[in-house]
T-cell receptor, first 110, second 117 residues
């Protein structure tokens, strides 16, 4: 089976930096994705890492270490609109099926 | 708006009734997924289709659940004899396995929130 662990909640102020860690145990591994979900909304794709290293997309960056079965999402220059749940998800087979973590609720305060 | 639509957005039903949900994926996407999400949890995989073929079903999908994608376009998810434990958000997602670089991205619909009384 698959197991993903991430913190349940993080609170930070506007302009701060937040790092959301994700550790996983899966039978196979193709890549780690991150999704954002606002209250009442659909999950939306943020990033995908298949190889070790850091991927940067604007204010958000994602990191993967395959040897450590670990990744993180880095949110910089936090804005109020970044208040949402963030999910890591593992693609463990060649069928693009995703296994999601329980999510991290990020609350941005003024 | 991701381009994936689901109908209805909300469904309230009584225990024991049957319900059916519809998902319209992005038209060129050949893969369609169904997930279930309960409060405070991430989406859980239920089943997926490649074109019209249902390729995998999760053990979460009991015999009361059935899904179809008859022409490889829209999909339906039916729950028979609903139970209170079926109350959840049912999410549909689609992706393409060919061509564009975003094939690792799944595009989610807004979901159907089911409440079983």
């Amino acid at each position: 089976g698959q197991s993903l662990e991430q913190p349940s909640e993080v609170t930070a102020v506007e302009g701060a930096i937040v790092q959301i860690n994700c550790t996983y145990q899966t039978s196979g591994f193709y890549g780690l994705s991150w999704y954002q979900q606002h209250d009442g909304g659909a999950p939306t794709f943020l990033s995908y890492n298949a190889l070790d290293g850091l991927e940067e997309t604007g204010r958000f960056s994602s990191f993967l270490s395959r040897s450590d079965s670990y990744g993180y999402l880095l949110l910089q220059e936090l804005q109020m609109k970044d208040s949402a749940s963030y999910f890591c998800a593992v693609r463990d087979q060649d069928d693009y099926k995703l296994s999601f973590g329980a999510g991290t609720t990020v609350t941005v305060r003024a | 708006d991701t381009g994936v639509s689901q109908d209805p957005r909300h469904k309230i039903t009584k225990r024991g009734q049957n319900v059916t949900f519809r998902c319209d994926p992005i038209s060129e996407h050949n893969r369609l997924y169904w997930y279930r999400q309960t409060l405070g949890q991430g989406p859980e995989f239920l089943t997926y289709f490649q074109n019209e073929a249902q390729l995998e079903k999760s053990r979460l999908l009991s015999d009361r659940f059935s899904a179809e994608r008859p022409k490889g376009s829209f999909s339906t998810l039916e729950i028979q004899r609903t139970e209170q434990g079926d109350s959840a958000m049912y999410l549909c997602a689609s992706t393409s396995t060919s061509g564009v670089s975003s094939y690792n991205e799944q595009f989610f619909g807004p979901g159907t929130r089911l409440t079983v009384l």
